[in-house]
């Protein structure tokens, strides 16, 4: 099984979100929808925009990896989504070919 740790920003680019997951559809399906805790903070700030991912092998390192990029500065996380994604834009995961 993988896991996903990932970044959600809103349309203004001004908000991230970081979060962990072994299911990323469902869970940009569950934040989209406003569901469960994470989706009272990405539903209050229009946070449901997936910005960057990255997959891992393991629960122990996809959190000690969210942990990690949670604790970097803004110009840190930036710098991270822009090696995956320079134009921000939305990733669909159905076309996403990175």
């Given amino acids: ?9 809103n ?3 001004t908000v991230l979100y970081i979060g962990m997951t072994n299911n990323l559809e469902r869970r940009l399906y ?8 994470a989706g009272k903070f990405t ?6 925009l997936l910005v ?14 969210e942990k990690q990029i949670k604790n970097w500065s803004r110009t840190k996380k930036e710098w991270l989504i822009e090696t995956l ?3 921000w834009e939305p990733i669909d995961l159905r ?3 990175g």
């Avoid at 099984?1 to 920003?9: G, K, P, T």
Wanted: proline fraction near 7%; hydrophobic fraction near 30%; charge should be positive.
């Fill in 52 to 65: 960057y991912f990255e997959t891992s092998p393991d629960a122990g390192h996809a959190i000690a990896r």
């Fill in 30 to 37: 569950e934040h989209s929808k406003g569901l469960g805790d």
């Fill in 43 to 48: 539903g209050r700030y229009q946070c449901n």
């Fill in 95 to 97: 076309t996403w070919k």
């Fill in 11 to 13: 349309p203004a680019r």
């Fill in 85 to 87: 994604n320079p134009t």
């Fill in 1 to 9: 099984m993988s896991y996903f740790v990932y970044m959600l920003s």
